[in-house]
C-alpha cells in the first residue's frame, strides 16, 4: 500500500512539473521571480517534513539563527531562492544566452578552470548546493569540456529529461551506478575534462567523516580519490547568488601531501574542499539546501 502510494505521489509530482515546464515554455509566465514567490509559497506549506529538518539543522549549525523566528525567516529565504533557481533553469532551457549573460566569474575563478583544460590531463571540481548550481555547471561548460557525476532520482523520466537538458548545454552527465565507470572516467580524464562533484550531502558512496558545522558529517571521498589516484589537480567552487545575477567562485587546485599515505590525502583533501564550501555556505546561508538530512549517518562511537 506504501508503495502504491509513493508511486502515485511521485506521477502527480512529475505530471505537475512537467505541465509547469510546458506552461513555463510557452511564454504564459512572463514574470519569473512571481512565478518563483507562487512556487515558494506552495512548497513552504506542503513541505512539512523538509521544513522541520532546516529548522533543526539551522538552528544547530548556525548560532545567529538560534531563535524560531530567525531559523524561520532564513528557511524561507532558501525556500524562496530555491524555486527561483528552478525557475532559472527552466529560463536557462528557454532563452540560455540570456541566462548566461548574468553570470560572471570572480577574478581569478575562470583562469583557474583554464589552466586545468590547458594541461589536457583532465581535473576535477568539487562543489556543493549553493546558490545555482546547474547555472554554474552550464556557465563552466560554456567555456570548456565539463561533465558532471549524478545520482538517479525516485523518476527516470524526470532524470531522463534533466540528463537532456545538461547535453544541451554541453554538460555530460555520467551515473554514478553507470556500469565501467572507471574506464569512463580514465578516457574523460585522458580528453582533458572536468569532472563536477557535489560532496556536500550524505549519501551511500565511499566516503569519510569529516568536521562541517562543528560536527562530524559523511563525506563522500570519490573527488579526493580520483585527483589522488589519477594525479590531477581538485578544484573547489560555488556560485552566489546577487539578486538575478550570479558569480562563480573557484579554489585551488588542492594539493596533496606526498608523504602522507593514500588514504590520508583523501582524507585532508576532503576536509579542505569541505571547510571551503562551509565557509561558503556561512557567506551566503539562506542558498544552501538545509532541508537535506546532512548528519544522518552517525560515526559508529556516537550511534552505538
Request: charge should be positive; glycine fraction near 6%; include cysteine.
Amino acid at each position: 500500500m506504501m508503495q502504491s502510494t509513493r508511486r502515485m505521489k511521485n506521477w502527480f509530482i512529475r505530471r505537475m512539473l512537467f505541465a509547469g515546464w510546458s506552461v513555463y515554455r510557452a511564454g504564459v509566465w512572463r514574470c519569473d521571480t512571481a512565478l518563483a514567490e507562487s512556487a515558494a509559497a506552495l512548497a513552504w506549506r506542503v513541505a512539512r517534513r523538509e521544513k522541520r529538518c532546516a529548522l533543526a539543522q539551522i538552528r544547530a549549525c548556525m548560532p545567529d539563527y538560534d531563535s524560531p523566528p530567525r531559523a524561520e525567516n532564513l528557511a524561507r529565504a532558501m525556500t524562496r531562492h530555491l524555486a527561483l533557481a528552478a525557475v532559472e533553469l527552466l529560463a536557462l532551457d528557454r532563452d540560455r544566452e540570456t541566462m548566461l549573460n548574468r553570470v560572471r566569474f570572480a577574478p581569478g575563478a575562470l583562469e583557474r578552470l583554464e589552466a586545468v583544460w590547458s594541461a589536457r590531463r583532465g581535473g576535477l571540481f568539487a562543489t556543493g548546493h549553493i546558490g545555482n548550481w546547474e547555472l554554474m555547471a552550464a556557465a563552466i561548460a560554456a567555456s570548456g569540456p565539463t561533465a558532471t557525476i549524478v545520482k538517479g532520482s525516485y523518476d527516470p523520466v524526470l532524470d531522463e529529461t534533466l540528463a537532456g537538458i545538461r547535453r544541451r548545454y554541453r554538460i555530460e552527465p555520467i551515473s554514478r551506478g553507470a556500469p565501467e565507470l572507471g574506464e569512463r572516467l580514465k578516457a574523460l580524464f585522458a580528453a582533458g575534462v572536468l569532472l563536477g562533484v557535489l560532496i556536500d550531502q550524505d549519501t551511500r558512496t565511499p566516503g569519510v567523516f569529516v568536521p562541517f558545522f562543528g560536527r562530524p558529517a559523511w563525506t563522500t571521498s570519490g573527488a579526493a580519490a580520483l585527483a589522488v589516484r589519477h594525479r590531477i589537480p581538485l578544484l573547489v567552487g560555488w556560485i552566489h547568488r546577487d539578486g538575478l545575477d550570479h558569480t562563480i567562485h573557484v579554489e585551488g587546485p588542492l594539493t596533496p601531501d606526498p608523504a602522507l599515505a593514500e588514504s590520508e590525502q583523501i582524507t585532508a583533501l576532503t576536509l579542505q574542499a569541505t571547510a571551503r564550501l562551509e565557509a561558503a555556505i556561512r557567506a551566503r546561508p539562506e542558498q544552501w539546501v538545509w532541508f537535506h538530512e546532512r548528519w544522518k549517518t552517525r560515526p559508529a562511537e556516537e550511534s552505538a
